[in-house]
């Protein structure tokens, strides 16, 4: 059996308890669906899990996907799971029952790919790139794109791919020069390289369809100019056949952690032999590759709050079970003739495990509000919901990327702390979630870029609805949560920092409207930190006044146990984190301009 | 030719300018060095580190230190180094004339060491751990001892290391086990296993003489019956030939970072045959070890400091050659027709260069003068100046050891980020570097225990005098500051912080004195992440102070853009990183018991 490395009764009682996930699962597109057929697939992927993910996830970090003779190995391990992946439905499930798809909510995808990730972040990439690459052809391709290739795909028979980054292009995708030559035929012909193409290439499925950023020859300049292709691995002929397409693997790139997700630099056309297919409209092929990147920053974040959590459930573990040292009683002193305790019951040890705690289910709770978003913003047809909607999800995707990313960093630190010299040996597996969780805040955009998109856009937009809204939401649950007493002075301080963050966001403005841009940007990634820690603030403080409603009445189905370390955890985060935005805010009001370049040589 | 790791200008300027380390230079045991002297021998240890350190760092990482057949196997360079460094007097050096060293202050050995930690971390614990071995015999063992092994020791022959953890025991060092049976010869047959020994057998010695911990059959329990022993892994027969001691490594722990430094795993006197001789009298063991724990704190702390410098240059001059995007306009607009500019333009990039200067400099400015408080400890004579120095080294030898380890670790992620993907990536060093510095705030006690040393007993030293003493430092420099007009807002915001600090001692004080002790110590951790931001708030404003000064009289050694960059970094750690410390307050005044064990199940 598995060892524990999620909690499937916290992630239930968030979808359910604390999202109300049911007035999803009521949406016409849900209709075949119901909280009992929901569980039984989340325990379908958990068993799954159990069996084929977790118990490979310390393997694949040990024989890294690598590059060889022409081609990329990786783990076998790859193959079972696009293949057993695909009969369960993991890359199917959220498509319209007309493409081929099973029309599961966003929620529920999102929920069994959290819990993939917890068992092995290495490996739900390769079904997931697979589903976002199909998705883009279903969306925007024509019948004919669709039919040819996303059956395949849909059944994890052929693997999907995103081709953005380009060598000189990095984050700037403007900058981007590879090049599709039209054909008489309508096809074109394509030629460039693409690098950090993850799941780019390996020996488990017979082709691979990528999903291709590039120029049409003579189109305009910067991210207008950008088109989409469909670019397969291996040509598909009349009969059904694949004959090579052009497309090289040229190397891969070895990383310090998600050793087991091959990472890949591929050439196209080298031999002007690469044909592509243009998706949707010339020049739209960024704007349509946003379109879906709210889904692929989302499913970042599910990605390193599920790290995240695993590592905390392992150094839980760990610290239920190793003794060592005395608890300092009152007068300072130790007694050494006592049996040593077991390190949870040292203050230090038991304030890093909560840590970890609050961030992994605050994560947790981001995540999941922010995928029941997506649902519900797709299946109104009211307006009025449609921008609520539009607006919170365009607003906490950034947040949902980053928090899980940046402070899960933190939280396994935490845990490898725990552990102390065990932490930092390979026997261990903290050392790997510490090494596997660090891509998580450079991939999709970096939290630089997730940060400029927060506060140079998102809380810019429809002049500041979504923050707006975001407060409404806040405040609805201030007042739910201030119905019961003790709860009163945390629901009192999140009102404080509620209107502090106005203060703030009141504070930068002025330099967005003196047209000091590039002042008003320059600490963005101070106020994401500030910002985050607030939103889950206010998670935490939704989670705590729930489970305290539970108490009273006495009908939940969870233990009193549970309820109560909800509310505990709440006020660990309280304490420990959301304190933290105080000073945050003091530097995001500081009158000292430090970043912005100018001619000093600031690091003579 | 090396790459830059680190910066002779910066090193030198906080000994000299900074710290006036020609006080300590003017003591008559350091009658040999001046000022040249001692630039020489840095600068030797610079040529040294470039030709032989550097280039194998990476190299070291992808061959880690393993065990095989028996024995450790480490990269040839070790054998180099031990060889060499011996040569050099990098082993020798600091200890006196008399015991066959130079004389050399403490000071300018951890200057020398910080260069090659920053050139190669792997290496220089080979060196350090040899010396801290011979200085405990040197200081507690008899004449004999000290002819038969420090010799040898002093020129790299022969290796030494400190054999203090044991599988059961962990940091908890009064549940140590290995026992010492008394021979009729005076001498001991020990028995037991020691664990996570650094440096603990190589193929590049002859010789590696082990310093024990161990328990004197039937000694009291606890810290008050451990003894120290000399225990070589091969014992010198009366002709001056070598005997296996039966001291035999059992395995080595393979690790996330500092592979090329091996930790292994010994048993002693598993064929009943371990000799080991008392060092000093018996149950004297720990406070022998720990009238040396000082010098290995500081050790670590400059470790620690040196790969944050490290990696500060590294991601630098990445990000100083890279283009990508371009500097966001005043109107919120780019230009996509403009050149890429150099990713050190970007704000958000500078931002965190910026902070990584501020955490690298800061962190070798606090190990400088720490390692400064040890020598003029050690060389005055006056019983009021030898009490100033003992208390002020006794506080500030945990934040050493902790700041650099703890804000180096973000540090370095900000350096990760710098260079995006390519920080994940390892062909770049970044990555090395963020898993090598991991293991420092575990080494030679915890960032935990660290912080119960520094509030649990630092702090309460004689009535808190070593507190009042580190304020008065920090007055002069705010009072030096201030005569500068446009640092005397920095001075006055110091000022602010230090009278926090007395409000935050006051208030937890309470509890000590309430005989609620185990309340008192549970933020330890905290406490020391606040006090030791302000200590480094104060080492900012004297350097900034001493550039300003220097700015004025035009009589300094460095260029303008050297002192204005100070004076610039200075402001860059107040607003980001000082500013921090106010809600950090809030967490230690905070009036929630959290982390302190009662019935309920809080981790449910």
Redesign the interface.
Same mark, same amino acid.
């Given at each position: 059996m598995a060892k524990q490395y999620m909690d499937m009764d916290t992630l239930k009682y968030l979808l359910y308890d604390v999202h109300d996930f049911e007035k999803v699962l009521s949406k016409e597109r849900f209709a075949d669906y119901d909280r009992e057929a929901v569980d039984m697939f989340l325990d379908a992927v958990k068993d799954f899990s159990d069996k084929e993910l977790y118990p490979t996830f310390m393997e694949m970090d040990e024989t890294p996907a690598h590059f060889k003779d022409g081609q990329i190995h990786t783990h076998p391990v790859v193959g079972t799971v696009m293949k057993q992946g695909g009969e369960l439905g993991l890359i199917a499930a959220a498509f319209s029952a007309e493409d081929g798809g099973l029309q599961m909510p966003h929620t529920a995808m999102t929920a069994a790919y959290y819990i993939m990730d917890a068992a092995n972040n290495h490996l739900p990439g390769y079904l997931g790139l697979t589903q976002g690459a199909a998705e883009l052809i279903v969306e925007f391709g024509s019948d004919a794109l669709k039919e040819k290739y996303t059956p395949k795909m849909l059944t994890g028979e052929w693997a999907g791919t995103m081709c953005l980054?380009e060598p000189q292009?990095? @984050? +700037?995708l @403007?900058?981007i020069v590879t090049t599709a030559y039209p054909q008489e035929d309508g096809s074109y012909k394509l030629k460039g390289q693409k690098?950090?193409i993850s799941g780019g290439d390996h020996q488990h499925v017979d082709n691979v369809i990528h999903l291709v950023l590039a120029r049409i020859e003579g189109a305009p300049?910067?991210?207008k100019g950008i088109s989409l292709f469909v670019v397969p691995k291996n040509r598909i002929q009349d009969d059904g056949s694949l004959l090579e397409n052009d497309v090289v693997t040229a190397g891969d790139? =070895? %990383?310090?952690?998600q050793k087991g997700y091959c990472t890949t630099h591929l050439m196209f056309g080298e031999q002007d032999d690469c044909q592509g297919w243009l998706v949707g409209e010339p020049n739209l092929g960024l704007k349509y590759m946003f379109l879906m990147m709210n889904g692929a920053r989302i499913a970042v974040g599910r990605g390193a709050a599920a790290v995240c959590m695993a590592a905390y459930q392992a150094s839980?573990a760990y610290a239920k079970e190793r003794p &060592?040292? $005395? $608890? #300092?009683?009152?007068?300072?002193k %130790?007694d050494?003739?006592e049996e040593?305790t077991l390190i949870?019951? /040292?203050?230090? #040890?038991?304030?890093m495990?909560?840590l970890q705690?609050s961030i992994s289910e605050g994560s947790l709770s981001l995540v999941a509000l922010t995928a029941l978003y997506h649902d519900l913003l797709h299946t109104t047809e009211d307006p009025e919901e449609k921008e609520k909607y539009h607006l919170l999800l365009e607003l906490l995707t950034p947040i949902c990327k980053t928090y899980p990313s940046e402070d899960g960093?933190r939280s396994i630190?935490n845990g490898? =702390?725990v552990l102390?010299?065990y932490?930092?040996? @390979?026997?261990y597996i903290l =050392? &790997?979630y510490?090494?596997d969780i $660090?891509?998580f805040?450079?991939y999709e955009g970096?939290?630089?870029i997730q940060?400029?998109d927060l506060l140079?856009r998102k809380v810019a937009m429809k002049g500041g609805k979504a923050v707006m809204l975001l407060g409404n939401e806040i405040m609805q649950t201030i007042k739910e949560a201030s119905a019961h007493e003790d709860l009163k002075g945390y629901a009192a301080k999140l009102g404080d920092r509620l209107k502090n963050a106005q203060e703030v966001l009141g504070h930068l403005s002025q330099f967005?409207m003196k047209?000091?841009?590039?002042r008003y940007?320059?600490?963005?990634?101070?106020f994401m930190e500030y910002f985050s820690k607030i939103v889950v603030g206010w998670l935490w403080l939704q989670m705590a006044s729930r489970a305290k409603q539970a108490l009273l009445t006495g009908d939940g189905q969870y233990?009193t146990?549970?309820y109560?370390?909800k509310v /505990?955890?709440m006020?660990?985060y309280? %304490?420990?984190e959301l304190?933290?935005?105080? +000073?945050?805010a003091?530097?995001l009001m500081?009158a000292?301009v430090?970043?912005?370049?100018d001619e000093? %040589? #600031?690091?003579?």
């Open positions: 980054t292009a990095g @984050s +700037s @403007s900058d690098i950090f300049a910067g991210t790139y =070895q %990383k310090m952690g839980l &060592q040292g $005395r $608890r #300092v009683r009152n007068d300072g %130790k050494v003739h040593p949870i019951n /040292h203050p230090d #040890v038991r304030r495990l909560l705690k960093m630190s490898v =702390q102390g010299g932490g930092f040996c @390979s026997e =050392q &790997q510490y090494r $660090r891509i805040s450079i970096t939290t630089g940060s400029l140079g967005a047209g000091e841009f590039e940007i320059s600490d963005a990634s101070i233990s146990e549970f109560e370390s /505990h955890t006020k660990v309280f %304490k420990y304190s933290r935005t105080a +000073s945050l003091d530097i500081d000292d430090l970043t912005i370049p000093e %040589k #600031v690091f003579a």
